[in-house]
C-alpha cells in the first residue's frame, strides 16, 4: 500500500492535527489537469494536496483539499464508528493521555472515553478534523 487519502476542509488544520500526533509534512502541491480529472472522474480537478509520513517512513496518508469542484459532506455529519466504508486510521502513542490533551488543542474529541484492554493496551477513539475518526493504541509494559 503506497497510502490512504483523506478528504478535508482545511489542510493546514489537518496537517496540524496529524503533525501533533507524531506524522511528519514530506510535501505539500497541487493537482489539476486533465489527467487529474480522468483518474477521479470529476471534471475541472484542482485540488491542494500534503503528503504525511509516519515517522519510521513506511506509512503515508495523502491530506486533500478540493477547490474545484468542492469537496462534498457525508450523509451524517459525525457518522458512528460502525458507519459502512472507511472506518478509522490507528497509531501507536507512548502517551495517551498526552496523546489525547495535545490533540483536543487542535479540536479534537473523544468519541467514546480511554479504556484499558486486559494487562496489553489502553484505547481510545478520537474525532478529528471533518469528523475523522482515529483509534490511539498504548501499549502497557
Request: with cysteine.
Amino acid at each position: 500500500m503506497d497510502n490512504v487519502a483523506i478528504i478535508v476542509d482545511d489542510l493546514d488544520a489537518a496537517v496540524a492535527f496529524f503533525t501533533e500526533l507524531g506524522m511528519e509534512l514530506e510535501g505539500k502541491g497541487q493537482v489539476e489537469g486533465l489527467w487529474a480529472d480522468r483518474t477521479v472522474g470529476l471534471d475541472g480537478v484542482r485540488s491542494d494536496i500534503a503528503m504525511m509520513r509516519t515517522p519510521d517512513g513506511h506509512s503515508k496518508l495523502e491530506l486533500t483539499e478540493y477547490l474545484t469542484p468542492p469537496a462534498i459532506g457525508a450523509v451524517l455529519e459525525n457518522p458512528p464508528p460502525n458507519t459502512l466504508g472507511l472506518h478509522r486510521v490507528m497509531f501507536a502513542v507512548d502517551d495517551i493521555d498526552a496523546t489525547v490533551a495535545g490533540l483536543r488543542a487542535h479540536g479534537a474529541e473523544l468519541v467514546g472515553e480511554v479504556a484499558q484492554y486486559q494487562d496489553s493496551y489502553r484505547l481510545c477513539y478520537v474525532r478529528g478534523p471533518e469528523g475523522i475518526i482515529v483509534a490511539l493504541a498504548e501499549q502497557l509494559s
